[in-house]
């Protein structure tokens, strides 16, 4: 069992940076590929950002390609979600999820947090 927490969302103008924190417990937190997913009001949740479970490789949207930045930390059992340059259509609550499939997908995730949300200002 994994549980996760995310921390860090706010309110910022376009423009600006955020960055987002998902800490999880238990001791299996490095057999896990970890994830950021979105959702917007009236919109499905995608896929923004993921790193796979050594760390090594990091999968992004096309939308967040060169503004934001995944990376995880094993000894603090935390990954981040670094975001620049954060435009109106960021806007969402951001979710973290674990899990052992398909980094893109949100069914290769077997565990979610209950998301922060970011409102970014224009």
């Known amino acids: 069992q994994v549980h996760l927490v995310e921390s860090g969302g706010g309110l910022v103008q376009a423009g600006g940076s955020l960055r987002l924190s998902c800490a999880a417990s238990?001791?299996?937190?490095?057999?896990?590929?970890m994830g950021w997913f979105r959702q917007a009001p009236g919109k499905e949740r995608e896929f923004v950002a993921g790193i796979r479970r050594n760390g090594g490789s990091t999968s992004y949207a096309n939308s967040v390609w060169g503004r934001f930045t995944v990376s995880r930390d094993s000894a603090k059992n935390t990954v981040y979600l670094q975001m620049t340059n954060l435009k109106p259509e960021d806007t969402a609550v951001y979710y973290c999820?674990?899990?052992?499939?398909?980094?893109?997908?949100?069914?290769?995730?077997?565990?979610w947090g209950q998301g922060t949300q970011v409102t970014v200002s224009s």
């Open positions: 999820a674990a899990g052992t499939g398909i980094l893109e997908h949100p069914a290769g995730y077997d565990y």
């Open positions: 238990g001791r299996t937190f490095s057999t896990y590929g």
